[in-house]
């Protein structure tokens, strides 16, 4: 069954790093996720992105966070200077259509930790 | 606002019980959503029901929509260990159908 694979599984920086969070969506998928998850707490939303550019981002994702879907099968996050409060775990989703059927699959996503 | 928010927090029961768990959010939707997440991992979709659906089966698990009181609810039956985990609610509100997540229910079966 296709899945959502999410690499690396876990990061560690040092505060002030750039980070970039890798993630592979189903092949057939069109729109695209990042969500993030402070360890204890509940999924946030991030950004979404389809056609090639963001569609929706929240307040989270300033200009520290930008996404790239460089070729067609990578979806990467990159933050470019890194925060003690960045720390958490950051998934990615992909679905094929929006509205009444979007299943947002998602993957095993990756721990963030920031030193 | 705060959207999909489930109680019970946290709730134990011993194996063979059902579960059930409540969700509500403040918002029109399309379809609202039951994710898992065992400790630390990753979020597992377990069943979606839409806007104009009132219950939906999947194996041991049924969920119900009340759109007049924007609430659902996820029953386990015949609960197992291997149950134990969070449990999240998640609607489609977001202006680009993004998921809007509530703070989720954390079920731990004892054996």
């Known amino acids: 069954e296709p899945e959502v694979t999410q690499t690396p599984s876990h990061q560690v920086t040092q505060m002030g790093q750039e980070v970039i969070l890798r993630c592979v969506p189903i092949?057939?998928?069109?729109?695209f996720y990042w969500y993030r998850q402070i360890l204890g707490q509940k999924v946030e939303f991030l950004v979404s992105?389809?056609?090639?550019?963001?569609?929706?981002k929240s307040e989270i994702f300033d200009d520290q966070f930008s996404v790239e879907r460089p070729d067609g099968s990578n979806f990467t996050l990159k933050i470019r200077s890194t925060k003690l409060e960045d720390s958490a775990m950051y998934f990615c989703?992909?679905?094929?259509?929006?509205?009444?059927?979007?299943?947002?699959?998602f993957g095993a996503g990756t721990r963030l930790s920031v030193l | 606002s705060q959207q999909g928010e489930e109680d019970p927090q946290a709730l134990s029961i011993q194996e063979g019980e059902n579960a059930t768990m409540n969700c509500s959010y403040k918002?029109?939707?399309?379809?609202l959503q039951w994710y898992r997440q065992n400790s630390g991992r990753g979020l597992v979709h377990l069943i979606l029901?839409?806007?104009n659906e009132r219950e939906k089966h999947s194996g041991r698990l049924r969920v119900t929509l009340d759109t007049s009181k924007k609430s659902s609810s996820l029953l386990i039956t015949a609960s197992r260990a291997a149950d134990t985990a969070s449990y999240f609610c998640?609607?489609?509100?977001?202006?680009?159908?993004?998921?809007?997540w509530g703070a989720g229910t954390k079920l731990i079966i004892k054996p």
């Open positions: 989703a992909s679905t094929r259509d929006r509205g009444g059927k979007n299943i947002q699959y």
């Open positions: 092949s057939n998928h069109l729109y």
């Open positions: 992105f389809y056609n090639n550019e963001i569609s929706e």
């Open positions: 918002t029109s939707i399309n379809n």
């Open positions: 029901i839409r806007s």
């Open positions: 998640a609607t489609d509100e977001g202006s680009n159908y993004q998921l809007i």
